[in-house]
Antibody, heavy 119, light 106 residues
Framework: EVQLLESGGGLVQPGGSLRLSCAAS????????MSWVRQAPGKGLEWVST????????YYADSVQGRFTISRDKSKNTLELQMNNLRPEDTAVYYC????????????WGQGTLVTVSS | SYELTQPPSVSVSPGQTASITCSGH??????ACWYQQKPGQSPLLVIY???KRPSGIPERFSGSNSGNTATLTITGTQAADEADYFC?????????FGGGTKLTVL
């Protein structure tokens, strides 16, 4: 059974940093692209970033480009998101999601971790 | 940037057919998928590659995609289907979600 477990969320001041982690199990981690998707309170889903299975291809939404860094550790089966220079509009539940296959459809999601950016 | 548009809300009576649309420029030339999200839960993939159902998704969920519109159809809608539904596609390497549709079963 695929399991994705996010951690690292919390309250941070504007301009601060936070590092999210997603522990993956139940599948061959290095074979699948992974993404972070966020959802602001009461709002829709917003794609944040994607990293390929091997880690060699990385993409970011324009809204986070230059501030967020996605990475993966295949020895620990962990996906991470380093978030710097956080803004109030980054407040959201952050989900890690596993791609179904070669195309970016997500067949498994974590339970999410809440990031609140506020002074 | 590419955009997907969904109606904010759709209402349906139990047992009837619900159709939720998702519009985007030449969306039919791309693949579309759909997620169901119930309050307090993570999204659940219900349709991928326009028409395919993941294992465990009831047959009453179906999809289509042509022209500028993808459609999620729920036949014989049940109270348990009340949820938010999001369409999704991708443009080059960027993933795009629709704004979501709240399906009310009443």
């Amino acid at each position: 059974e695929v399991q994705l477990l996010e951690s690292g969320g919390g309250l941070v001041q504007p301009g601060g940093s936070l590092r999210l982690s997603c522990a993956a199990s139940g599948f061959t981690f290095s074979s699948y692209g992974m993404s972070w998707v966020r959802q602001a309170p009461g709002k829709g889903l917003e794609w944040v970033s994607t990293i390929s299975g091997g880690g060699g291809s990385i993409y970011y939404a324009d809204s986070v480009q230059g501030r967020f860094t996605i990475s993966r550790d295949k020895s620990k089966n962990t996906l991470e998101l380093q978030m710097n220079n956080l803004r109030p509009e980054d407040t959201a539940v952050y989900y890690c999601a596993k791609r179904l296959g070669a195309t970016p459809e997500y067949d498994s999601w974590g339970q999410g971790t809440l990031v609140t950016v506020s002074s | 940037s590419y955009e997907l548009t969904q109606p904010p809300s759709v209402s349906v009576s139990p047992g009837q057919t619900a159709s939720i649309t998702c519009s985007g420029h030449k969306l039919g030339d791309k693949f579309a998928c759909w997620y169901q999200q119930k309050p307090g839960q993570s999204p659940l993939l219900v349709i991928y590659q326009d028409i395919k159902r993941p294992s465990g998704i009831p047959e009453r969920f179906s999809g289509s995609n042509s022209g500028n519109t993808a459609t999620l159809t729920i036949t014989g809608t049940q109270a348990a289907d009340e949820a938010d539904y999001f369409c999704q596609t991708w443009d080059k390497n960027f993933v795009v979600f629709g704004g979501g549709t709240k399906l009310t079963v009443l």
